[in-house]
């Protein structure tokens, strides 16, 4: 199997770093509102945070959903970041369960299998449906993407234990999500991707702030 840097944001590590987290505070704020703890699941309120980190370690990638229901907290978003321009690098697919989700690749039927209770780390990922994907771990076209959204509707069901003991099978909405990265992300995922090329198949791991717009 050759080397891939699979772009997955939530098989990536929350990075607590204090100094990286100060940094980008003032410019950022959690998806749910409050003050940034740790540098992932952000929602970014000024764009010119991507020139301050451009020459840096950090990678921001974005997620970008065409679901019609809005989040209280899209009001955050810098307005001035517009999809144009940013680079478009593949689809995942996102579990919506009472405003929260997953992602199909931990949660679902996605073309990547993700098992963390393996002890072997290297064995983690396991692609499963190579013909699909991209050379970011994404797949690779809305229309492979829709079919897995529909296999995830019709075959997937959450199961959660009640209060009272019993379960009971969740509402979800299963949905497409862009994933997308800004000029200078992208230029240094390239040289990451050359860096990894005598590797095994890894999923990128360091601070990225990330987020919905």
Known sequence: MGSRVVLIPDLCEAVNDENLVSTISKKTISKFGFDICSADELILRDKSLIDDLKKSDCY??????????????????????????????????????????????????FPIIFNDLLADKTQMLKIIDDSSLNEWGLIKDEVICNNYVEINKSDVKVIYMKDDGNYQESDTDWHAVGVYCDKYTYDKLRALEVIQQNNNLTHHSSGTPNGAP
């Open 60 to 109: 921001f990638i974005f997620l970008a959903s065409n679901d019609n229901d809005q989040n209280i907290n899209d009001s955050y978003w810098d307005s001035s970041l517009k999809l144009e321009e940013l680079v478009f690098l593949g689809w995942l697919i996102n579990m919506s369960i009472n405003a929260d989700g997953d992602d199909a690749v931990t949660d679902g039927i």
